[in-house]
Structure formats: C-alpha cells, structure tokens
C-alpha cells in the first residue's frame, strides 16, 4: 500500500479533529478531540518510519503515546472535579476556571 494513503487517512484524520476543537464546546469532546490529532500525528510517524525503515518514528510514538495517557489522566481528573463543583464542562462558562 502506497504511503500516500497514510498521509491521506492522517491528514483527515486530523482535520476531524481539528474541526472538533474549534467548533465544540464541551470540554471533554475537547479533550477527545485532541487525542484524535494526537493519533493521526502517530499514524504519520509511523508511516514514514516504515518508509525509512528506522525506529525512529516508533520510538516518538511511544513517546507520545505516554504523554498523551498522562494528559488524559490529568485532564480527566480536573474535569470531574470542575463538574462536580460548577454542574457543567462548557468552556463559553467564563467562571469554570475562578476558583
């Protein structure tokens, strides 16, 4: 399979979830909209490593794939916590953040 139809898939791929940041609200579609784009960089990393034949874009993967699961641990944390406190995740609400 040509390696253009890699670049393709993450090039769509990513602007899903671009559209998805700039155009939702909530702050969790947010967040997996973020993992979305994270995921087409991983798909195009891993696509020119294999075009190379190195290790290099596996080894940025896994890279990547750790800081994103800590992200989501994080990030899933303080948005329980912000939804337990204020009753909603919009981020139009200008007093999520305040306290």
């Given at each position: 399979?040509?390696?253009?139809?890699?670049?393709?898939?993450s090039a769509l791929l990513f602007t899903i979830g671009?559209?998805?940041?700039?155009?939702?609200?909530?702050?969790l579609v947010l967040f997996m909209c973020v993992e979305?784009?994270?995921?087409?960089v991983n798909l195009t990393l891993v696509a020119a490593s294999r075009m190379w034949a190195g290790p290099d874009g596996h080894v940025f993967v896994f890279f990547v794939i750790v800081?994103?699961?800590?992200?989501?641990?994080?990030?899933?944390?303080i948005l329980?916590?912000?939804?337990?406190?204020?009753?909603?995740?919009?981020?139009?609400?200008?007093?999520?953040?305040?306290?």
């Open positions: 399979m040509a390696i253009g139809y890699y670049y393709a898939l671009l559209a998805g940041v700039l155009v939702r609200r909530n702050a979305l784009m994270l995921n087409a800081v994103a699961a800590s992200e989501v641990v994080v990030g899933l944390a329980v916590n912000l939804f337990f406190r204020r009753g909603t995740l919009d981020v139009d609400v200008p007093q999520l953040l305040r306290y």
